[in-house]
């Protein structure tokens, strides 16, 4: 099994300095990863961000979690990943998406296609990405881009390029997950295009099987290698967990039974925290835990603890 990691999702801080202390304090934490998201909310351009984040640090990984494929052409997003994946020394997690919050769409203008559509322009697009890391060039006459002796400069530090993340719930996005990524960061399903309670009834665990082993069945014989990530939305280090599920369980539409068992929760006591993700990673594979910036500090215990094991 893949040794424990934990990642923070930050969007934005207050101000420059704020910024390069937060990745420090990421790293002095024992965080292996600073991910940014990629909306048109209130939140900072990623790429630029972890650039920064990136220099500030130097054991730290910055990554992607997730970049929209709908917003960058891949002859110009390769360039740019190549060039991180360049000035970290290799501690660029490349995180894509095929999206789905409606709002971008909606505030962007972009068209937003059906997810079928989407989904398969993101296919598209990493095969350009990739071939242009590989070989230094790429030529793809697709059904999504046209793309002529496309060139790979720079090229990345990392042989073939960054590691891929593919993020997702649906079944299709997860098979290509299980196709092309090193690490399959699994999430409910995001079909109704924003974060509700459809959200929540979709974060059971006996629906994260199901998404672990669409991907594993893509993945075929290199099914083994795949770093299997999950994402959270409630945690809480707390003394009285049992307490806490029963107070939040109607918030998320869920019993206390199902948010305690739901991997989008982490909740209870350090040692009770423990002992859920050495279960989860034994029943699912997940290894790499994702939390938010409000979380960091108190789940360093349990960091301390299980990060590396």
Known sequence: MAPFRFAVQVSKAASPAAWRDLAHKSEDLGYSTLYVPDHFEDQWAPMLALTVAAEATSTLRVGTLVLDNDF????????????????SDGRFEFGMGAGWATADYEQSGIPMDPPAVRIARLEESLQIMRSMWSTGTATLAGAHYNVRDAVGSPQPVTPGGPPLVIGGGSRRILTLAGQYADIVSVVPSLAAGVIGREMAAESVAEKYRDRVEWAREAAGARAGELEFQCWTAAVQVVPNGDEVCESLAPVFGLTPEQLRAAPIALIGSTK??????HERRDELGFSYIVVHEA???????????????
Request: aromatic share 0%; hydrophobic share 55%.
């Open 272 to 277: 009770e925290i423990a002992a859920t993700l």
């Open 295 to 309: 979380e960091m500090e108190a789940l360093e215990p349990v960091i301390a603890e299980l990060a590396g094991t």
């Open 72 to 87: 960058r052409h891949p002859v110009v997003l390769a360039k740019e990943a190549a060039t991180l994946d360049l000035l």
